[in-house]
């Protein structure tokens, strides 16, 4: 066993993490993130080159390269704790940038089965974010990375629709789904459509959590789920879309690491329409 430094750091000295199993040098600074462990390979079958790096609880990591540019794939589980346990110490040993890829359900009936949701925030339905800072504090998206990934979906043509996202510690009663025996509380009742009547787009579980600790520390993120229900039509069919969400993340990081490296070498902090034109142009 190793031995870590204490309870209060549950890393060894060489930097190794207590859940996640990875240490420095294992990630990209870009890291893909869908929740279930088992889509990790199926991100980094699109890769020129991967390798396993960890399989621990619900935690599985892979690192390669995807045209050229060093990735990264982690599986959060479901939910923002174990999502955010993963963040944590993703960012411990170099990420700096997440992007959820996951699956969700539409609040919209024009948003249909197998179409994208690119997220630019989210409603903090959820309670471990609440751990780290008041309600009042938003989760919002980095803008270079809904950009990046608006700029991937349009490349590879598919259908997606950008706004705003909730997230739930619930996939049942916290999303209006009766619970066994029917049990809905009072409060759970009419949610879908006062989110619908505020232009939120869709219901998930993890991107809340990811984009406010992602702020919180200076790091940055966004998400793209695959709509596999509708919850204004009752439709619903799992996996459809997924395959397109994967490909779009893929290519947004590799869209970011060129606008990363073009800031780099022009010595500006921020992307701009100018550089990404500049770009376009060579």
């Known amino acids: 066993m190793s031995k870590f430094k204490d309870a209060s750091r549950p890393e060894t000295e060489s930097g190794l993490q207590y859940h996640l199993m990875i240490k420095p040098g294992d990630v990209s600074k870009y890291v893909l993130l869908p929740g279930d462990p088992e889509r990790v390979p199926h991100i980094a079958k699109y890769w020129d080159k991967s390798w396993h790096v960890a399989t621990h609880r619900e935690y599985v990591t892979y690192s390669g390269y995807y045209k050229g540019v ?10 923002a704790p174990s999502t955010a346990i993963a963040i944590e110490e993703l960012a411990r040993v170099g990420a700096e940038v997440f992007i959820r890829v996951g699956t969700t359900g539409a ?64 996939f049942y009663v916290g999303q209006e789904r009766p619970g066994f025996k029917d049990y809905l509380p009072p409060f759970q009742r009419g949610l879908i459509e006062y989110l619908r009547s505020a232009n939120v787009l869709n219901f998930e579980m993890e991107a809340s959590v990811i984009f406010t600790l992602a702020n919180i520390y200076g790091l940055r993120a966004g998400a793209v ?9 009752g439709e619903f069919q799992p996996g459809v879309g997924v395959e397109e969400a994967i490909k779009v993340a893929n290519e947004a990081v590799k869209i970011l690491y060129e606008w990363d490296e073009e800031k780099r070498k022009l010595g500006k902090k921020y992307i701009t329409p100018g550089i990404i034109k500049s770009i376009q142009w060579r």
């Open 225 to 233: 789920c695959a709509a596999i229900a509708n919850r204004e039509t």
């Open 70 to 79: 060093f990735i990264s794939s982690t599986s959060t589980g479901i939910g």
């Open 107 to 170: 609040l919209k009936k024009e948003i249909g089965l197998g179409d994208l949701v690119i997220s630019t925030g989210a409603v903090r339905l959820e309670g471990t974010s609440k751990h780290y800072v008041m309600p009042e504090y938003p989760a919002v998206a980095s803008y270079d990375v809904v950009l990046a990934l608006i700029e991937a979906a349009e490349s590879l043509g598919v259908n997606y629709h950008v706004g705003l996202t909730a997230s739930s510690d619930s």
